[in-house]
């Protein structure tokens, strides 16, 4: 049987190298906030793929008292924070994009570089 | 209030940034920022005093206890860099009034003031904390402040500088989560102690040293060590002056900061330099940008690039303390820490002086400012005297130490690397000198000295630039027990 | 005043005199004459000190710890007044020749001119008073940074190019090599303590102390050592009162008396005995002493062959510290103050020359003999002291250097004393000869418009002439204190 926690971290590291690849490779600069975000995302993954238990439950206190399994919330809450920031990057990094647009007349990394010179 | 001093050190710089950005007039908003640096100068004086006369300061948050809740956990490393961090934000805020009001459009002022505490309350935040996870958070409230800052500049190439330093500081961020979040999976904790007692358990996992690697990675992006310091030249050159001289002297600095943290407290000295053997990978790289960025800053035509190249160079001499991972080498490294902020503050400051009253910084724009600008060239040359560590200056103090360092483990073509690197601080501060003092100045070009307002806040950094550098025992002093906490020995 | 706090004072006076000349600035008159009376008051301070030194007193004054275990301190011995002495009674006499000659050749940038005059006499006093390698490297080095503005006094591009080579030299070999050998000498003897006797023996094997003993005698660019000798003649563009009272006596004798004193205090007499790289050392001095009388024999320009002359002599010095024993030692000491009065005696009537007759080169100066005749005089006189012929003191020296060489068995390096003063009594003489029995040459201009120099630099030579004749008579003083600082302790 094909054990899924570990399918996920083929997914990770998958989207990981996607996104670190577009980041690099690509010069529209729209493109590689793109692969930023993948790249981003895909460490979202990874965190929540860590705290999830097979066959826990939410976190909860049950009022019995009872023996539960659960997942571990913490990963999740920190992914919250962590998504956050990915928007507040996605944001900031598009209003650049968009400031860039208007002073160079392009967003291709090339043209701004010939621009420059 | 006083137990609480850990938080609202931090806390209040956050919590006055919205109210800058709100108030709308861009005077009112600078007195808000003014009053949150000051503040957190005040505070960072307080808890170093506090941190030496009692020891190292634990603060729950939200009275949940470690390793439950969030620590701050402030020792002497700490609450030097945040005095560092505070400081430099002291001086910056009224030289920024002037210099910013001149850069910056007048409806974007508030913002500003905003996107300045955002970033101090961020860098205060990585110095204090306890927690690792906390470190990414602070790390990136610093960051994407200063891209907004830097993106502020008035050449549209300060657009592109921007968004290059997003795209390569977000990857390094990232990293930096790749690494704690590795470090959670195989500890169950995000508290720096708690991890430092339950990593040399696992520490043969191979997932430990995967989670080094992506830190030392995503962390000397951050810090710019050669060669993953390609976002820093363009981001130091065209940022409003102000901007460049607060994020030169801090934001590298923190960074540093956090890898004396990161390989010393959480990993361990041990892990870092006998298992993963760092030193291997640091020196080279120290030696290589102490030399080559010289180098490079020697052909700088844009004063601001040249120092910003400096900066790369001068990165490597702190990588090259801490990468002998001894005593006396750390001790350089923190030193020189706070050395180079005092001396690269003055000297962007300076230029700053020179951009608001030329409108440029390109060398050949320099000609005559000797006699123009009489205070700003001096100043300037304070600086760079410092920067070329001649006695009665910081760089002195720090270049004892260093050489020292590497004397001790028998590297004396080390300590020759340091020296070379010094008289090629002596070049290209020289070439700028040279321009200001033996060319005349264009007759037909009306320039005046720089206002007292920024003047007074650039001499500020000069003298104490020669003040530690003549009465160094206090500094040297707190470096060499901090970095006796952060080696875990002499306790 | 307790004595030690007359230390701090002797240093203290010429920055005092240096801010009288700021704020006297737009009265020249007043200007010069605080110079003057600052710099008599100097000079009553040092000889003040003659009764302790004599007493086998040795003040102290502790200013501050700069590093942990670094002191910035001042303690006079024997030597250092020597040194100290020379430089503060020719600041007054070379100051009162400048007034002459500033003003007969209508130079500018007087008060800056003066201004560093006073700061690098405070540089020079601070050298000699210095009680340990760090305060005597941190003077050093402010000699060399305040003597750059004397030097490229005329801010043409070819004092600055001049300016380059002079700071270029004199900083890589003090940082690139005397910095190193203090922290190694600090590393291995815990301390940096000018001490009786020497601190370095048997702190390390001898190919270690050898390699400190070269890096130190090449580390003091100062001294001129070839191949380091190059800044000498490069700094020549300066206006002669520099070249007169730096580059014949403060700085170069910063250098000499640097070598002497790490000689004594560092090494010690004995540990230098025993070292291979002492014997090569003295012969790398020996060939700079032929060299440097092999080059000036063939300069035309007056003040080029006065400068190579010195490196000559300079090495004259530095070969006294390396022969290792005590007539070594006082003839290489005496050697400091003879030269001194020699050579400045030379370089005033070479200015002297310059502002009357407007002449550099030596093959135009002559029949000038008969127009000049005080100052051919006195260059006659001050040639003969550096020969060391009688009746001018340099003979004693020469005489002390001599029986050196014989008394540690050198009689190759005799050989070469003997030649230089050869080679010496031709390419000084040949000056004053030619001038007085020489016709003139055809297209000179030296009929009735040319007259002696101005009263005020006649005086100044006639006092340091006559000074060089009557060491010749009484040279007690300078023996008096060299025997003092090679026995260690009362008379």
């Known amino acids: 049987m094909i054990d899924v926690g570990l399918f996920n971290y083929w997914a990770v590291i998958v989207l990981m190298m996607v996104g670190f690849y577009t980041l690099i490779a690509r010069g529209n600069l729209v493109k590689k906030l793109i692969g930023l975000n993948v790249f981003q995302t895909s460490v979202i993954m990874m965190y929540v793929t860590m705290g999830k238990i097979e066959g826990g439950t939410a976190p909860i206190l049950v009022e019995s008292g009872e023996h539960v399994v659960y997942s571990n919330p913490i990963p999740h809450v920190l992914m919250l924070t962590a998504i956050v920031v990915g928007v507040a990057t996605l944001a900031l990094g598009l209003s650049l994009v968009v400031r860039i647009n208007e002073a160079y007349g392009t967003i291709e990394e090339d043209a701004i570089m010939d621009e420059a010179l | ?491 | 005043m307790s004595v030690g706090l007359l230390v701090g004072f002797c240093v203290l006076l010429p920055v005092l005199g240096a801010v009288l000349v700021l704020v006297l600035r737009n009265y020249p008159n007043a200007r010069e004459a605080a110079t003057l009376l600052v710099g008599a008051a100097t000079f009553y301070h040092v000889l003040g000190l003659l009764h302790y030194i004599r007493e086998g007193a040795r003040p102290r004054l502790d200013l501050l710890e700069v590093v942990p275990g670094v002191q910035l301190a001042f303690e006079v011995e024997p030597l250092g007044l020597v040194f100290a002495l020379v430089a503060s009674f020719l600041w007054p006499v070379t100051t009162l020749y400048s007034i002459g000659y500033m003003r007969g050749h209508h130079e500018e940038n007087q008060t800056r001119f003066f201004f560093f005059f006073a700061i690098a006499i405070a540089g020079a006093l601070g050298v000699a008073f210095s009680a340990n390698l760090f305060t005597l490297f941190a003077f050093y080095e402010f000699l060399t940074f305040c003597t750059f503005p004397l030097v490229t006094h005329h801010q043409t591009e070819e004092a600055k190019k001049a300016g380059r080579i002079y700071l270029g030299i004199l900083l890589s070999t003090s940082v690139g090599f005397q910095l190193i050998a203090i922290i190694w000498t600090w590393q291995l003897a815990g301390t940096v303590e000018f001490t009786e006797g020497g601190i370095l023996a048997g702190t390390a094997s001898a190919g270690v102390l050898g390699a400190i003993l070269i890096l130190f005698v090449f580390g003091v660019g100062k001294a001129a050592v070839m191949p380091f000798h190059r800044w000498l003649p490069a700094a020549m563009v300066a206006p002669t009162p520099v070249s007169a009272l730096l580059h014949a006596v403060a700085v170069v004798k910063a250098g000499v008396f640097t070598v002497l004193k790490v000689s004594l205090y560092v090494f010690g007499i004995d540990l230098l005995a025993t070292l291979a790289a002492t014997d090569w050392l003295a012969w790398a001095a020996g060939a700079t002493i032929i060299l440097g009388s092999l080059v000036a024999f063939k300069q035309d320009n007056l003040k080029a062959r006065l400068a190579y002359s010195t490196i000559s002599q300079l090495s004259y010095i530095v070969l006294g510290a390396l022969l290792a024993n005590e007539w070594g030692i006082i003839g290489g000491g005496m050697h400091i103050a003879m030269h001194a009065f020699g050579k400045i005696t030379l370089f005033f009537a070479a200015g002297a020359i310059m502002v009357a007759a407007h002449e550099k080169k030596i093959s135009r100066m002559h029949g000038l003999g008969r127009t000049m005749p005080i100052t051919f005089a006195a260059f006659f006189v001050g040639s003969l002291s550096i020969i060391g012929l009688p009746p001018a003191g340099g003979s004693w020296s020469k005489w002390f250097l001599g029986m050196g060489t014989l008394e540690a068995g050198q009689y190759g390096l005799l050989v070469v004393l003997m030649l230089s003063s050869l080679l010496g009594l031709y390419y000084l003489l040949e000056v004053p000869v030619k001038a007085f029995f020489f016709a003139p040459p055809d297209d000179a201009h030296h009929g009735p418009g040319i007259k002696e120099a101005p009263l005020p630099s006649l005086i100044a030579i006639v006092i340091t002439a006559s000074a060089t004749v009557a060491f010749f008579f009484w040279p007690d003083l300078w023996h008096e204190l060299m025997t003092l600082a090679v026995s260690g302790g009362a008379s």
């Open chain 2, 1 to 491: 209030m006083s137990q609480h001093l850990p938080v609202l050190l931090v806390a209040v710089p956050l919590f006055l940034a919205p109210v800058a950005a709100l108030v709308g007039r861009w005077k009112l908003a600078w007195a808000v920022a003014a009053a949150g640096c000051w503040w957190a100068f005040a505070a960072s004086i307080m808890l170093l005093r506090r941190v030496m006369d009692e020891g190292t300061i634990h603060y729950a948050m939200g009275g949940w206890e470690a390793p439950y809740g969030i620590e701050y956990r402030i020792d002497l490393v700490s609450a030097f860099v945040a005095l560092i961090v505070a400081a430099i934000g002291a001086v910056v805020i009224p030289y920024a009034r002037t210099s910013i009001a001149k850069e910056v459009s007048e409806d974007r002022g508030a913002l500003f003031y905003s996107a300045f505490l955002l970033c101090l309350s961020g860098l205060l935040g990585i110095s204090v904390t306890g927690d690792v996870f906390n470190v990414f958070v602070f790390l990136e409230v610093s960051s994407l402040s200063a891209y907004a800052m830097i993106a502020l500049g008035q050449d549209r190439r300060a657009l592109t500088a921007a968004f290059q330093y997003l795209i390569m500081g977000s990857t390094g961020a990232t990293f930096i989560v790749i690494g704690i979040g590795l470090l959670y999976v195989m500890t169950g904790t995000l508290n720096m102690a708690d991890l430092a007692e339950r990593l040399p358990a696992v520490s043969d996992n191979r997932t430990i040293p995967v989670a080094f690697t992506f830190l030392t990675v995503g962390i000397t992006l951050k810090l710019a060590l050669f060669p993953l310091h390609l976002w820093l030249p363009n981001a130091y050159t065209y940022a409003p002056s102000a901007v460049t001289a607060f994020i030169a002297s801090t934001a590298t600095k923190v960074a540093v900061y956090l890898l004396l943290r990161f390989f010393f407290t959480v990993f361990g000295a041990a892990f870092a330099f006998e298992q993963m053997q760092l030193d291997m990978v640091l020196m080279p790289l120290a030696l290589v940008a102490i030399l080559g960025m010289s180098l490079v800053a020697i052909y700088q035509e844009n004063v601001k690039r040249l120092l910003a190249f400096s900066s790369v160079a001068q990165i490597g001499y702190m990588v090259l303390g801490i990468s002998f991972g001894s005593v006396l080498g750390v001790t350089s490294g923190i030193l020189h820490l706070f050395n180079h902020a005092l001396m690269k503050g003055a000297l962007f400051m300076a230029m700053g002086c020179v951009m608001y009253s030329v409108g440029s910084v390109r060398i050949e724009k320099m000609a005559g400012l000797g006699k123009v600008m009489p205070w700003t060239m001096a100043a300037f040359v304070g600086g760079g005297l410092s920067l070329i560590g001649v006695p009665f200056t910081v760089g002195f103090v720090s270049k004892w130490y260093l050489v020292q360092a590497a004397l001790e483990q028998g590297m004396w073509p080390v300590a020759a690397v340091v020296m070379v690197g010094s008289l090629m601080a002596l070049v290209y501060i020289w070439k700028v000198v040279e321009v200001a003092y033996f060319q005349a100045a264009d007759p037909d070009h009306q320039i005046r000295e720089a206002p007292l307002s920024m003047l007074v806040p650039t001499w500020v950094l000069v003298l104490a630039s020669f003040y530690f550098g003549i009465d160094a025992s206090t500094t040297a002093s707190i470096a060499t027990r901090a970095a006796e906490t952060l080696l875990g020995v002499g306790l």
